[in-house]
């Protein structure tokens, strides 16, 4: 009997510019006492900004500031952050990441973790969890990755960087308010804003692609266009509007399809070297003509009007056992490789071919 994919949204979603006001009275229905505490897990970068006055913090909160540069969240910096919290004061009532993807997916990670006992080691990887988390709530800083309305919480393990996936990863909550992401840096809003392309790029080309993923994804890339190759394209309130959009739909697109060729090289590159996903997507991107001939020229053409540098000739400073290690990676991700490629993808994509995508980068 053929499964179909039977997935789990976000319950609630509050969408627009100052929405973030909202978050206090959406948090009060959780607080049931004075005794129920709320624990915040903000991007560094908002340390001493305007935002941190503005986060509805109560006298029993915590509010833990992350610098998220130094590496992707990984298991340990999980534990630690909840044995920290359950010794001082117990169990939260809830959790609010408020961040990039990469403090959505520790805010996710950590909402389930506070009930599920021993290393977030153990739940690596689809299903592993036992028990339904806390209480947790998204609010993102930069679109892009998806991370707001996915199933998966990326993790790097000592032995693998795989995501605590299953339905209790999803938000409850999400705050989508437009005017947080206006600071982002030009780079990395490009770099994250194409994350969202190439999600819908991926998911509309190969085998699972269907009309269900295909809306999104056409709505998406819409969007992606206007912001950066649209009369008013660049970083600015209206397009920050739409790219808050066109990363929720690029997430919902992948969601109920897959990603491809990009993605499976892409977590190859960020094991080996700890490239930034989204900054890896775009070194790789660049040189998959062959298999994405029109999207690899549109992105082509974003770089460009948008003047945005994308690192090139890196390989030449690899190793061959850097490569090989990459070329593993890659390989054992057979589900994009089936969506891509389809189900003799073994046949088609050999390692001397990986290896050689590799070297032109
Ligand atoms: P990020 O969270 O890694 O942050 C990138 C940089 O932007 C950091 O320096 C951060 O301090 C800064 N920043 C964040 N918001 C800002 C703002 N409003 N103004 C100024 N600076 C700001 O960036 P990202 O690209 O959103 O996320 C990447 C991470 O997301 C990776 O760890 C990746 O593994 C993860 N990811 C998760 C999923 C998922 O479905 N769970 C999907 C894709 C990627
Ligand atoms: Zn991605």
Not at 22 to 44: G, P, T, W
Not at 228 to 253: C, I, R, T, W
Request: glycine share 8%; hydrophobic share 35%.
């Amino acid at each position: 009997m053929q499964m179909f994919k039977n997935f789990k949204s976000v319950s609630k979603t509050v969408y627009g510019k100052g929405s973030f006001q909202q978050l206090d009275s959406i948090l009060a229905e959780r607080r049931q006492s004075d005794k129920d505490f709320m624990v915040f897990i903000v991007d560094h970068y908002f340390k001493g900004k305007d935002l941190e006055k503005r986060i509805p913090q109560h006298p029993q909160d915590v509010v833990l500031f992350i610098d998220v540069d130094p590496h992707e969240p990984t298991t340990e910096q999980i534990d630690e952050l909840r044995d920290g919290i359950l010794q001082s004061k117990g169990l939260p009532a809830g959790v609010i990441g408020i961040g990039g993807g990469s403090i959505l997916d520790i805010a996710k990670a950590a909402a389930l973790m506070f009930t599920n006992e021993g290393s977030s080691t153990l739940y690596q990887g689809l299903n592993l969890i036992k028990k339904p988390g806390i209480y947790h709530v998204g609010v993102p800083t930069i679109s892009g990755t998806g991370a707001e309305v996915s199933m998966t919480a990326v993790l790097t393990g000592p032995e693998k960087k795989l995501g605590l996936k299953c339905d209790w990863t999803v938000f409850d909550q999400i705050v989508l308010d437009p005017e947080l992401i206006g600071s982002v840096p030009r780079n990395q809003w490009f770099y994250t804003g194409m994350d969202t392309y190439i999600h819908c790029v991926e998911s509309m080309t190969g085998y699972l692609k269907n009309t269900f993923s295909e809306a999104y994804g056409y709505k998406s890339i819409d969007l992606c266009r206007e912001v950066f190759l649209g009369k008013n394209h660049g970083q600015n309130p209206e397009n920050d509007e739409k790219l808050m959009v066109a990363s929720y739909f690029g997430g919902l697109s992948l969601t109920y399809s897959e990603v491809g060729v990009c993605h499976a090289l892409s977590y190859g590159m960020s094991y080996v070297f700890g490239t930034r996903h989204c900054l890896a997507n775009c070194i790789i991107f660049d040189q998959l003509e062959e298999y994405y001939p029109e999207g690899v020229k549109e992105f082509r053409e974003m770089v460009k009007v948008n003047q945005i540098d994308i690192p090139k000739n890196l390989s030449k400073q690899w190793t061959e056992a850097e490569v090989e290690k990459m070329t593993d990676v890659t390989l054992a991700l057979h589900h994009m490789w089936n969506h891509a490629l389809g189900t003799d993808w073994k046949n088609i994509i050999t390692r001397e071919k990986i290896k050689s995508l590799y070297y032109q980068m």
